[in-house]
């Protein structure tokens, strides 16, 4: 096989990262129904969804590939946390920051990819209508880094299962990837929709409970009205787990 029917195959597209999140939540409920879960296994578990969903998704993905909110305190941390989102299942950083600056470009209106008027199910299910074309994601695609992740994704996912399942076995499958994973696809696409909706109303709105799922985002009018801003919280008691652990762990801050 050349490397262009390869490239095919393994490139991150929208309807295959919908196929592997569906998976992953169907094979980790049968998971759970069989073996159930200890308490040694429901850490790793947590820590998986924190490095990915935080550390991967909400800090790198969304605060500083999509928005460009902050710099990296080392390139190696950058690439790190990078390789953190890929794993949980989310798509390329170029596949999902292409659909979240059109959200932010059309928020709530008919262009909106994740408009949350068209119902909670065809949300959670990553229903989505996207503007074909690259003008969005243009600086992106001029890092070598981010289009080779972005050809091979689905070669690397599954270099990391094998691994997974050679090592430990369905068990380390199950708690290193397929519900870590369906747990980080879950929360962001409850995000898209739950502060997105008030009261049969549609836009942006805080919702302080999902910010358990989502570290920070749950403050999301707030990301909103400051999309460019690395943290989203706006008062004291406002916590903002991601925004912390740019501040102190992984970035240099643009904002104070």
Not at 112 to 127: N, R, S, T, V
Not at 147 to 157: D, G, I, N, P, S
Request: net charge positive.
């Amino acid at each position: 096989m050349d490397s262009t029917k390869i490239i095919k195959v393994t490139e991150a597209t929208i309807d295959k990262t919908r196929l592997l999140y569906i998976g992953n939540i169907l094979f980790s409920l049968l998971y759970l129904g069989i073996y159930g879960i200890t308490w040694n296994n429901l850490l790793i578990i947590l820590g998986m969804f924190f490095v990915m969903n935080c550390l991967g998704v909400t800090v790198t993905y969304h605060r500083y590939w999509s928005h460009k909110s902050f710099v990296f305190k080392h390139r190696w941390i950058e690439k790190l946390c990078t390789l953190f989102a890929l794993l949980s299942g989310s798509g390329s950083a170029i596949g999902w920051a292409n659909i979240h600056r059109q959200h932010h470009k059309h928020s709530d209106k008919y262009e909106d990819p994740h408009q949350a008027e068209k119902g909670f199910f065809k949300i959670l299910l990553m229903d989505y209508k996207l503007e074909a074309g690259h003008r969005y994601i243009v600086d992106l695609l001029r890092n070598k880094f981010l289009v080779k992740t972005h050809q091979y994704y689905f070669l690397l996912l599954l270099a990391y299962c094998i691994l997974l399942y050679s090592v430990w076995g369905v068990h380390g499958l199950a708690i290193g990837f397929c519900i870590p994973s369906g747990i980080t696809m879950l929360s962001e696409n409850l995000t898209n929709f739950v502060n997105h909706y008030k009261e049969d109303k549609y836009g942006p709105s805080n919702v302080w409970w999902m910010n358990v799922l989502s570290f920070g985002d749950g403050w999301h009018k707030n990301h909103h009205d400051n999309p460019g801003n690395y943290t989203t919280s706006n008062k004291w008691y406002q916590l903002d787990v991601s925004g912390l652990c740019i501040k102190y762990l992984v970035g240099k801050v643009k904002h104070g």
